[in-house]
């Protein structure tokens, strides 16, 4: 099974397509039937190419996203750290999307975009830092929305606005702009479930169950009953996170 090389017209055409709707829209030229493309917006090179069977392929770089991407890697050798293999365009078209996702999120873009809005931004009053912290919310935020994808995993709500990015470890508590943008350091909560999380009443447990506390009314837990038993796809990123917070902020 061999890559196609050089791609042909046809196949030049349909990986830029792919790539360019998906977020990454810089070129970079072909290797070896591989054609190479990288993002303003998402950290991390893509490199897409056909083979002579009909198959197309991905190949990605990007260690973080490597490690929650749900693909299947495959045998075939590829520029990047793992090479994927679609059986049609459909469904590499579905995988691009999810990938793209995870990129603008992981492992520092949000707190590459935050230091360069940010840059030469006064700081000197309480005021100021306030606008500060204010950019870095608003991104925290975005990118919960995306890493998420705009829905609470407790209740299944996708209203956006009935939806907090919640930090588990709060902005104040962190040491390093770093630990506050980080998207493991988040979860995409709707309001009930935010206020309550925020002020300890609910914790989650390393599975991701959720833990309530004693002092919490039978009406309130009544209230706060979702969809899921428990949040799916926490990272050990999430899980450490989710340890402090159930030592330091949950409300036994």
Same mark, same amino acid.
């Given at each position: 099974m061999k890559v196609e090389a050089p791609q042909t017209f046809v196949t030049r055409q349909e990986c830029d397509k792919i790539a360019f709707q998906n977020g990454f829209r810089l070129t970079h030229g072909e290797t070896d039937g591989w054609r190479h493309y990288t993002s303003t917006t998402a950290q991390g090179s893509i490199w897409l190419a056909a083979m002579q069977t009909g198959n197309w392929l991905l190949s990605i770089d990007h260690a973080g996203v490597l490690a929650e991407i749900d693909l299947e890697i495959s =045998? !075939?050798?590829g520029p990047g750290l793992a090479c994927f293999r679609f059986k049609s365009l459909t469904s590499l078209y579905a995988a691009m999307s999810g990938l793209y996702e995870l990129a603008v999120s992981l492992p520092d873009a949000p707190l590459q975009e935050?230091?360069?809005r940010t840059k030469g931004m006064p700081r000197t009053t309480e005021v100021e830092r306030l606008v500060v912290q204010r950019v870095g919310q608003s991104i925290f935020r975005d990118r919960l929305m995306t890493y998420w994808?705009?829905?609470c995993p407790m209740t299944g709500i996708t209203d956006p606005d009935l939806l907090r990015a919640s930090h588990i470890k709060p902005w104040r508590d962190c040491k390093t702009?770093?630990?506050r943008l =980080? !998207?493991?350091n988040g979860l995409l909560l709707s309001a009930l479930w935010d206020a309550a999380f925020d002020k300890g009443h609910v914790s989650f447990e390393e599975e991701g169950t959720p833990i309530f506390s004693t002092k919490l009314s039978a009406e309130?837990?009544?209230h706060l009953k979702g969809e899921n038993s428990k949040i799916q796809g926490l990272t050990d990123e999430?899980?450490?996170q989710l340890a402090w917070h159930r030592?330091?902020?949950f409300d036994h």
């Open positions: =045998d !075939v050798d935050f230091l360069l994808k705009v829905r702009d770093a630990e =980080d !998207v493991h309130a837990r009544t999430h899980k450490l030592k330091n902020l």
